[in-house]
């Protein structure tokens, strides 16, 4: 049977369609490869044409109050087609959204069929079921963890944890997503291992704070001993480890030890700081100063030579005096980070910061804001500028029409995907996931142009 209100499709013709829309970070595009994986494995297509789909599955992201709010709009935008449109076909709304407001959903959003919780998605293909009014028992889903996964790029995203345990005041997260647990090692290397398998190159580990991964496993594993075994796994394939979101103190001597002594994982250091003032992280439920943080850096140079590092910091938290953003301008500056992304503080419904009284005002945030972009922009611009003359390994992720003609577009090692920029190739033949070899002639803001040396050897 098709869909209830689709115009004429059934499932003796055809099987029901699928859209889906992904909205926010890295860890929804995986959650949504997973939910489209089983959707495929019970029979259904997916589509990339609203008007040709029997059901829309939009999978929401609400880290922050703007981020809700564009997933509303996104849902309601749906809705509207919909009802334009010849079919109606029913929405699904998956992830952060029911998973931050529950329940007091339905009655908010008549438009929306269901809700799935993001712990519930592995249950998606009886809930598509039922909006479709599909009857019988489903087909079982894949056994294979590396089964669940539909990428077609040279990278892939893995999670490693879901949850946090920190609680920084301003942050909704460990509401939405629960409490901190690892995935289990053997599930992540099987997954690693079928990317590879698949023609991946390059695995990006993420979770919420990837550096305690193990610590709720209680048989001693760590991150760095996770590392070990995934780099077993990429080795043969000559494949690239990347860790993003390390927190601060997750940076033990085993961890550090553990990325520089591994060839296979990259030398690039994510570590969000949100701010340096000892008070305003603590204020933020964090720990730690400018000393500290100083020092840290000054050890993971000292070890890791060469490194790339990346943070995140906050403009704008309650309380933040203007000698507490020029503190975080100021080490910004001194520490060069060579990528760094910039939030301005948004009060998140829930949270113990937006309960304070010493709110900042908007408009002094967005000018704190604005100095932090342009800072970290220079900074960026410059550290991009500075890989000009290297000859280094790229992973050639795709081709698309530059101002000469089509062009090749990779990443080096010092660029995480979606976030860094990219290597582009004027005149040169490769596949997606080949890793060749490029000289680096100039750069443009974030990005930067090579010439093909040659495929790998
Ligand atoms: S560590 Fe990150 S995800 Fe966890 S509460 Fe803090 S900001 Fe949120």
């Not at 992904?22 to 939910?35: F, I, P, Q």
């Not at 089964?147 to 345990?165: P, Q």
């Not at 008070?279 to 943080?293: F, I, N, Q, T």
């Not at 010092?414 to 005149?427: E, K, L, R, T």
Request: proline residues 5%; hydrophobic residues 40%; charged residues 25%.
């Amino acid at each position: 049977m098709g869909s209830p209100c689709s115009s004429s499709t059934t499932a003796s013709e055809t099987a029901p369609r699928f859209l889906l829309v992904t909205l926010g970070c890295a860890k929804n595009e995986v959650d949504s490869d997973r939910m489209r994986a089983l959707l495929l494995a019970a029979g259904l297509e997916e589509t990339g044409d609203a008007a040709e789909a029997d059901v829309a599955l939009i999978n929401t992201c609400s880290f922050l109050a703007a981020a809700t709010e564009e997933s509303v709009e996104a849902t309601l935008t749906l809705a509207e087609e919909r009802a334009e449109g010849v079919r109606a076909c029913p929405i699904v709304m998956c992830g952060c959204v029911p998973s931050r407001y529950g329940d007091a959903l339905a009655a908010e959003l008549p438009e929306v069929a269901a809700f799935v919780r993001a712990e519930e998605e592995d249950g998606i293909v009886g809930v598509v079921r039922d909006v479709l009014g599909i009857s019988g028992s489903a087909p079982e889903p894949p056994a294979e963890p590396g089964a669940l996964r539909t990428v077609e790029g040279a990278s892939a995203f893995v999670k490693i944890s879901e949850g946090c345990d920190r609680f920084c005041t301003f942050c909704a997260i460990p509401y939405i997503r629960g409490r901190y647990h690892s995935r289990g090692a053997d599930e992540v290397c099987a997954e690693v291992a079928a990317l590879m398998e698949g023609g991946v190159r390059e695995v990006v580990l993420i979770g919420q704070d990837t550096g305690v991964w193990g610590s709720d496993l209680g048989d001693g594993q760590s991150l760095a001993t996770l590392l070990g075994r995934v780099a077993e796994v990429v080795r043969p394939y000559r494949g690239w480890v990347r860790v993003l979101y390390l927190q601060p103190e997750g940076m033990t001597d085993e961890l550090v030890a553990a990325i520089r002594d591994t060839p296979e994982v990259l030398p690039y250091i994510d570590i969000p700081i949100q701010h340096c003032s000892a008070r305003v992280l603590r204020a933020m439920g964090r720990s730690g100063s400018a000393d500290e943080l100083r020092a840290l850096f000054a050890r993971l140079r000292a070890e890791i030579p060469g490194m790339v590092l990346r943070t995140t910091g906050m403009a704008g938290f309650p309380g933040e005096t203007d000698e507490e953003a020029q503190e975080l301008l100021d080490f910004i500056a001194e520490e060069g980070f060579d990528y760094c992304s910039v939030f301005a503080y948004s009060p998140e419904e829930g949270t113990a910061a937006a309960r304070m009284a010493d709110q900042v005002p908007d408009d002094v945030k967005l000018e704190r804001t604005q100095r932090l972009v342009d800072l970290t922009e220079q900074l960026g611009f410059a550290a991009t500028a500075a890989h000009v003359g290297e000859r280094v390994r790229v992973i050639v992720d795709g081709v698309e029409e530059g101002d000469e003609g089509p062009e090749l577009i990779g990443h080096a090692w010092f660029q995480a995907p979606d976030s860094d920029g990219a290597v582009h190739i004027a005149s040169g033949e490769a596949a997606v996931g080949d890793v060749v070899t490029v000289d680096l002639v100039d750069s443009f803001c974030y990005e930067l142009v090579g010439e093909l040396v040659g495929e790998e050897a």
